[in-house]
């Protein structure tokens, strides 16, 4: 493969190569400036002003363009310069900078090649053990991410498997080469580690307040910084789905952050560490644990406990990517620690990049129940891979372009991203745009009809995560139940059950206790109610989960129906067809086998009449 | 590892090292007495009656013993002498001669070195796409398979993966080399071949009416007789679970198997027919369909179609190897057609050589219904591997031992079987023996009570099918329904249902159809019913289901707690051991669950009180 082969996504403008003599983001946007207005009228000048850091300030001259700004400042200015000309949008008016200064892609890329959670293929990077990339590629990717600003790329999966901990010492050169390819566009890398790796080094213990674990931590961090002085910092995934943690030697999380902590302070680096952890060996029996619960009940504690330079990475909701979940209250209810809010642009629960599921309506939801100022730093698991396409559908390359506007400025508007994506990517005719807009600004709610009506999730198949399967993880250790019986679905997550509300701010709590005021769609994430409970539009509960599945099903039928008349280029066009198709197979099992799941146990027919299999 | 390492199984007596240089199987005869006289008072005279064939004649005489047999027969018999004199036990009078001709081992081994569906190891002879193993444990094999009549060992896997089938080529050498090393045990290999392998090799078809695939397979036997003389045929599984076949071509199961079976004819090669074939794409949705009818809908207009050579292999019931099913109405049906009966010693449904599985009461009931004069053949999937005590569970060797002497005698009764394997494996106290026999012989009804109760099998979760999962499988594909719903449960499978009885002669459809005579044991299989229909012992259908589950967890717990107390030597004791908590874990996840699961369902209470979880 090579760039040329590779297709562009977003960038379908930048038809000259990825820079690859540039040095630095300012030479960077040299490059990319002067190519583009090779073939549009204007120049534009770049002005160095170190204060404004990775901010810009664009502004129109007489004999063309000005951009000001730090060093990845300019960088990211000339690529919104070059998309707006290319749209003939107007330019952004006064000093642009990013709301989060940490913006991450958490890539779950695994040495061997293999993407965990992956969709769109084998890694980019890794292969067979090793670094193993196409430069045209990653200078592209590069490009990719620059072009939306995002900063951070951590390369290895949370799960640090072998030999992935060698990027700390034998692969270092490797890394240090690879950290190279991307900084002339203004992304630094992050690397996963694995909290236990001193003991695969000879240490006796993990232990972070053993001194000698210490001074290792120490050493180590000073020949990673020397070999890669501009590392981000790392992502550690601890005491969490059998990952090894400061909990084995009886230490808490913050004692196991800050140990690290210490050790990169000095370059630096920042330490973030992953909030989701939970008790994956749950008995079903037992009623009284109840997993949202547990990242709130394990950190608050520890508000205020953790040094400046750790970060606690937060997944958006409680659980882990559910289609709807509520906000995890931790992110509301921790205040003087440091934050990241995790998203995963990877369709893990959302579709697998084989259904159709845009994202920023979602975030559009999440930043206005949260309050952007409650975080520090914004996550995203990636969704690309070695596919040609990058994101397996064509369409999922949306979620990544959009995660970098909403990183950068979490006020952004969905449709006006979505439109802005679409328009980057095709050339249609502006009703088919609008189709297209239209279609994806939908998407998400579709998908919600038919795998996740009234917050009742995991009705999925187990491992995969793909498909329905109601009682799939029902009996299993995972803590995801919905308790389904001939009466009532749902869990009682008030006070007067799991107490799980009660982490909620006041205001919160009174809006979700009542199931006559709690919003539809988190009815049976915080309720268990009776199949009969009449809900607000005076439908039945059943009658709601019924119709749900099957307006799901058409509404899934309309989407591809629309899209079918557009002009995409081929092999877009194709591609998305072939996943259209699936994803309409997908929904009408989710249709009827939910649907029959639920009038099995409570064998009231549709009142409609629509067939229920028996 | 070498034979010095590896446990002997029920070979504890022989305790030389296996013959290295033996050629024939009345050499390895005489080799094996001569090192047993070393020990024993005594002698025996070995006297080759070819007419014999398989079968002997053991005398006694004033200076110790005569086996008179053809050349594998005089092994079988000395093998026979020998466990006799070791136990103490009469010699059997007369002429012995194997009931069946054909007694097969069917190992699912790859060339990877994984075996599918084995629960003892990777494959004692393959690794790497190679054939791979330790010389000595492989004669060692020999002996176990020559001490108990078993004939022929399928080697490969009857889903042929790649390099497998290569033995027909460039691995024929390596598969001749391993031919000799059995060949001196009474033992033939046979091969599973793939039916489309014509065209891995510059055919453009395997129609089995095409002049070009006839001579192909012509010459392939040819060149493989000439290499194996003694090769006892071919195994394959056609059409079945995405394999190819003739239906590809348009063409029977008849033609498919007649063109490959006249291919190897005129080397006595016989052409093993598996009649595992459904459809595996079913939708659920879809009550005509049911699949234990698929076997005897396809093959019973065949009847007579088939070559002389041909053996058509059928599983012992019409399903899968569940703990329960009904005899395979194929077997009855199916008159003017060479068959072969298949078990499964690896205990794929069947506790997965984890839980205690006895297999030779199932065997006495089946060969009590069919009339062992209905087949022709015998056959069972392997329990092997490379584990140092060759079947996981130390107990699990047991049903190999027990298979052989089934194979040769049906007739056999189970608790001789067991009591013999148990002293000729375990050097214990008569009344410890005793207590391992009864826990043995009821091992299969404890495991039947909570896993498969009234024959509602499938309750098991999907891939693994290890542990329960009442709705694991009920969406998907593979036809393995239960339809449990708020009323009841099972499928109507009398004429009034899908129709599957009707394959039964008149007789068993009588006592079937009705669920006031239907055995109880099977009443699910064939009945759909109510929670509160009433059992022959008055008891209700659900209060039946909680009491099964309840009854066979406290029975799991009764036997571990007598083969606790069993002077077993170790590593048996602990291995043994560790697998009983693996199987009381288990039993308790199906009390609960499969209560819970009902429970849910149709909301009864148990009567007697005791926790079912909500």
Known sequence: MNDGQNRRAWLKDLIWPAPENTKTP???AAYELEHFFAGHSGKAEICLEEALGEGYILSQTEMGYTIRGGEAGIL???????RALTLQEELPAGEQKPYYPLRMLNC???MSGDVE??????????????FSYDLGRIRQLGRMLGSVGINTLCLNNVNVHQPAQHMLDDLLGDTARFAALLRPFGVKLMLSIDFSYPMQCGLDTADPLDERVQAWWAEKAKIIWTAIPDLAGFLVKADSEHRPGPNTYGRSHAEGANMLARAIAPYGGKLVWRAFVYNCMQDWRDTKTDRPRAAYDLYMPLDGAFDDNVILQIKHGPFDFQVREPLSPLLLGMKNTAKAIEFQLAQEYTGQQIDLYAMPPMWKEIFAQMGKERVQAIAAVSNLGRDDNWTGHPFAALNLFAYGLYAWNPDSDPEAVIRQWARLSYDLPKEQTEKLVSVLLRSRSVYEKYTATLGLCWMITPNTHYGPNPYGYEFQAWGTYIRADRSAVG?????KGTGYLCQYPEKMQKLYQDPHTCPDELLLFFHRLPYDFIMKDGRSLIQR???????????AKEMASILKDLDLPEPDREEMLARMEAQLRNAREWRDIVNTFFYRFCGVPDERGRTIYP
């Open 76 to 82: 990211f200015g000339a690529y919104v310069l070059i």
């Open 108 to 110: 779950w890329d695994n």
């Open 26 to 28: 300012a030479e960077t």
């Open 491 to 495: 869990i009682d997550r008030t006070e």
């Open 117 to 130: 959670r992956g969709y769109a293929g084998r890694s980019l990077w890794f292969e067979e053990g090793k």
């Open 545 to 555: 989960i019924y119709d749900d599945h099957f307006a799901g099903y058409e509404e």
